[in-house]
T-cell receptor, first 113, second 112 residues
């Protein structure tokens, strides 16, 4: 069993739709949760960063963490064609010695006009 | 600032050849990482460094070596290239107290 599971998609939605992207994990030591966006042939870039359980909102993006269920989500409201990318969840524990993240496999999203 | 810069962007190697992927950063990152990304497999950590002169193995280090003689540079060496090393390689860095990794644009390597 992988430590982090993420549906690879592809997920295709019409412009303006609400998108829900999800990851499940098995390691209860994970405390920091991130979402990275990766455009084709580019490096990932940080989109959202949360610590422990709860919600965080940034513009059209909302990240949710439910540690009791070991489940994290990213919601995109009013999706735009420019949101078409691969979305990677990532997480790590509290231990020091570097930011060794465990990544999901990524979900490919396409927002169509 | 240029950020994290990787060279080359593309390379084709023959089995058994060696090469070095270069990574340099001008953001004063203490921590630096090398990941490989394969289709359907996500990002896997190869090696990382917590500062100049200090390196350590990640999840998939076999067939690779790194060095960190300066804060700015973190090259990844492939010895005796194998088809299993065909992948996209990403270098990344961050400062001490932030969780945000800054990635380079990647180096696409094919071993034939």
């Amino acid at each position: 069993q992988k430590e982090v599971e993420q549906d690879p998609g592809p997920l295709s939605v019409p412009e303006g739709a609400i998108v829900s992207l999800n990851c499940t994990y098995s390691n209860s030591a994970f405390q920091y949760f991130m979402w990275y966006r990766q455009y084709s042939r580019k490096g990932p870039e940080l989109l959202m960063y949360t610590y422990s359980s709860g919600n965080k909102e940034d513009g059209r993006f909302t990240a949710q963490v439910d540690k009791s269920s070991k489940y994290i989500s990213l919601f995109i409201r009013d999706s735009q064609p420019s949101d078409s990318a691969t979305y990677l969840c990532a997480m790590r524990g509290l231990t020091g010695g570097g930011n060794k993240l465990t990544f999901g496999t990524g979900t490919q999203l396409k927002v169509e006009l | 600032n240029a950020g994290v810069t990787q060279t080359p962007k593309f390379r084709i190697l023959k089995i058994g050849q060696s090469m070095t992927l270069q990574c340099t950063q001008d953001m004063n990152h203490n921590y630096m990482y090398w990941y490989r990304q394969d289709p359907g497999m996500g990002l896997k950590l190869i090696y990382y460094s917590v500062g100049a002169g200090i390196t350590d193995k990640g999840e998939v280090p076999n067939g690779y070596n790194v060095s960190r003689s300066t804060t700015e540079d973190f090259p990844l060496r492939l010895e005796l290239a194998a088809p299993s090393q065909t992948s996209v390689y990403f270098c990344a860095g961050h400062w001490d107290d932030t969780g945000e990794l800054f990635f380079g644009e990647g180096s696409r390597l094919t071993v034939l």
